[in-house]
């Protein structure tokens, strides 16, 4: 199987950069999947969503993000995240706290970020 070169970057910094089989993020049109050899596209992340990057040597990575944009060219797939946090990096019982805070941007982050512990425990 061919590989694509995939960037995940958030406005406070860059979280990977390197080679994977396959990534997959939600977007406003919905959870798409993208492999190498996928026709170019624009989409836009959903504010509470999850990127998942099956890079070609290691585990997979999964980041919680919050709004951004998912470019496809035919070099590679660039993941430009407004905020962005690696699963492992969330502490799941502040973020079940801040699902009951008052600010919508609070409730986001806590959501993206239980969405990809789970998508990350996943199999």
């Known amino acids: 199987m061919a590989d694509i070169t995939v960037e995940l970057v958030s406005v406070e910094r860059m979280l990977w950069s390197g080679e994977a089989s396959i990534v997959t993020a939600q977007t406003t049109e919905g959870e798409i999947g993208v492999l190498s050899g996928h026709e170019p596209m624009l989409g836009q992340l ?11 040597d290691g585990d997979k990575l999964v980041a919680a993000v919050q709004g951004g944009f ?12 407004d905020h962005a946090v690696w699963a492992d990096e969330v502490d799941s019982s502040s973020a079940e706290s801040d699902l009951q805070a008052e600010d919508e941007s609070t409730r986001q982050r806590a959501e993206a970020g239980l969405k990809a512990v789970r998508r990350k425990a996943e199999a």
């Open 46 to 56: 959903v504010e509470n969503g999850v990127v998942t990057i099956r890079p070609t």
């Open 70 to 81: 998912l470019s496809v060219s035919p070099e590679k797939v660039t993941i430009l995240a």
